[in-house]
């Protein structure tokens, strides 16, 4: 059904990198990887942002971290994120990431889990100004490529911190802040606060995206029309349904509700993502990767258990295929 035209997609400009629109994927460990953010940049995304990767990794030069630096070259424009608490090490690791042809440097800043924060990273930055700007303004000169930073809206609830440190963010050079509309307290869950977004949005001039609870087209244009926000950034929501990004783009600029993907077109998707993640990791690393992400394509399948029990158990591309031909008969 078509409705009025909202006309609330628009480009975004990161200092020298201009987004096409303003839909983008959100960081997420363990996922955002290039197989992941390939299907993403071929379902809509403005901007393909990595997992968040650790500084010191970077520093210590790990195998693992600096294999996740590479990318697909139809990716673009990519995102890499980063966290840590040692300024030094955060611009030299953000300098790696510019070596290896990242387009933007993202610092997490908001980041919940415990074992991140007792590092002093992460959302531990939200109450420590001091280092939360010296982190940034040391990344920013360090690198050519423009520095984003990802915060939430505060620690606990009604606590508002995303405000003042937006406009610290903006002051050290950082060229967009991409706020989570909830506190570190309520994790994922609860309705994103779009109201306090706006306070952080009336406090600068540089983009503010907003991120947290982005699940259908109609959330998107309530982070627009009542934050006032520049662009929204999707997570969970994109997991197994690569597609969203066109879908919200759309409803934005046109107000009609494209339908969802159906079991049929998910299943082809997931096989190009095996494809893709076998090609970039290897066939064992990269299928040992999807199978976290695999209960997302086949919600709602039939016999989605005895599915994802072979998953499991799949070890090379031919049985993958064998699997995909199989499901696909069950859904003719």
Known sequence: MVTETLSLSRPIRLGSVTLSHNVIVSPMVGVT????RRLCARGGSALM???????????YQSKKTLALLKFFPDERPLSSQIMGAEPAVMAEAAKVIESYGADVIDVNAGCPVPKIVKTKSGSALLKDEKRFATILSA????????TTVKIRIGVRENEYLAPA????AQECGVAAVIVHARPVSRRHSGRPD???LR?????VKIPVIGNGGVNVPQDAVNFLKISGCAGVSIGRAAIGDSGIF?????????????PPPSQGEKLETLWQHAQWAAEFFGEHTGLLRLRKIVPYYIAGFPNATAFRSRANRIATLKEWDILIEDTRQTLV
């Not at 942002?49 to 970077?58: K, N, Y």
């Not at 440190?165 to 610290?168: D, E, T, V």
């Not at 306070?199 to 406090?203: D, H, S, Y």
Request: with cysteine; charged share 20%.
């Open 33 to 36: 990887d290039a197989p992941f």
């Open 49 to 59: 942002c990595g997992e968040m990767l650790s500084s010191q990794a970077i520093k």
């Open 139 to 146: 990344i920013v000169q360090a690198v050519a490529i423009p």
């Open 165 to 168: 440190l937006a406009k610290l």
């Open 194 to 196: 779009w109201e306090g």
């Open 199 to 203: 306070q952080v949005v009336e406090q």
């Open 246 to 258: 066109n879908r919200i783009r759309h409803f934005l600029a046109t107000g009609e509700e494209l």
